[in-house]
């Protein structure tokens, strides 16, 4: 399983950002993904999070509205969309998956085991 994510970088308050995961080596329809966050000092947290399969997403409050997460089947690819963004958005972003059959079980850290590198997303007032 290999995850490399792309997209992040600097941007002012109110800015938007398109993060990508492009994902290899498993069969990506039978796979959740999710996009996590950690900022200094914090732990890492569930940001957003799909069921490939069957579409079902979960987003965490702070970026109901805000971000939107999306798949696309012919480049095994998730995106994460990130708009009006806000300071407290800043941290590094990384993207993992986990075997998942139907609709999604959820987007805590614990329950996926394959993680990429993580991208920077700095965010200026």
């Known amino acids: 399983v290999q995850l490399v994510e792309t997209g992040g970088g600097l941007v002012q308050s109110g800015g938007s950002l398109r993060l990508s995961c492009a994902a290899s080596g498993f069969t990506f329809d039978r796979y959740a993904i999710g996009w996590f966050r950690q900022a200094p000092g914090k732990d890492r947290e569930g940001v957003s999070c799909?069921?490939?399969?069957?579409?079902?997403?979960y987003y965490e409050d702070s970026v109901k509205g805000r971000f939107t997460i999306s798949s696309d089947g012919a480049k095994d690819t998730v995106y994460l969309q990130l708009n009006s963004l806000k300071p407290e958005d800043t941290a590094v972003y990384y993207c993992?998956?986990?075997?998942?059959?139907?609709?999604?079980?959820?987007?805590?850290?614990?329950?996926?085991?394959?993680w990429g590198q993580g991208t920077q997303v700095t965010v200026s007032s």
């Open positions: 993992a998956a986990e075997g998942q059959a139907g609709h999604l079980g959820g987007c805590s850290v614990n329950n996926y085991s394959h």
């Open positions: 799909i069921s490939v399969g069957d579409g079902s997403t």
